[in-house]
């Protein structure tokens, strides 16, 4: 092997291995930037800003029902937690009924009535027609030749607090105001139908009993 040829080896082995050498910073270089790298795609953390949300809004939604529920029970305290309203008796007014009685007046045959709740305790005649008192229903009916009921009366507890202030706030004045010994009657015709009638006792208080009375029963089958 010539000088020269031994020369031109010994200068490529070290080119080669300043290359190699080369390569080998690169590839370490490249990997501790990796790792400097991932500690900080890392470190932002969300999760308690995503898990606060949700309670947050959960608290506001649940305030806001128990608000409603305390609103819902302060309105029913308003009314005074009464069930028979003066609206609620001219409802049934319309359909010829009165609280606690599903027989109405016009519709209703004292026959079925009979049949049903048996013997009255009190029959007799009265006004325009026959009356059957229900002693223990606190419930009277009218009803004329032909067994049609025309007049359902209710004395129930629950109309004794019902005044005559309460009538006119939410009635206005009674249509007709007439007097039936110690009673007065407050009349309203709620429809072309039936009347309602209040009567309230002169010594005072709040309502006696109502009359849910159909004109037309009364007046055009007594006749004969």
Known sequence: MTNRT???RQLTAG???ALAMALTACSEGNTGGGQTAKPQTEAPDVTPTTEASPQ???SALGAAEEAGQED????GQETGGQEWTVGSLVELAK???VPGCSYAAHTALYDDIEKAWGKADRNESAGKGMYATYEDKGITFGYNKGMIVFDVRSYAEELHVITLEDIEAALGKADETTV?????IYTYEVNGQFQLKFIIPEAGGGVGHISVF???D???NMAG
Do not use: T
């Not at 819902?72 to 309105?75: C, H, L, R």
């Not at 039936?180 to 007065?184: A, I, L, P, Y």
């Open 6 to 8: 031994r020369r031109f």
């Open 15 to 17: 080119i080669l291995l």
């Open 56 to 58: 947050s809004s959960g």
């Open 72 to 75: 819902g029970q302060e309105g």
């Open 95 to 97: 359909q010829g009924k």
């Open 180 to 184: 039936n010994g110690s009673d007065d």
């Open 214 to 216: 159909s004109p037309q």
């Open 218 to 220: 009364a007046k055009n």
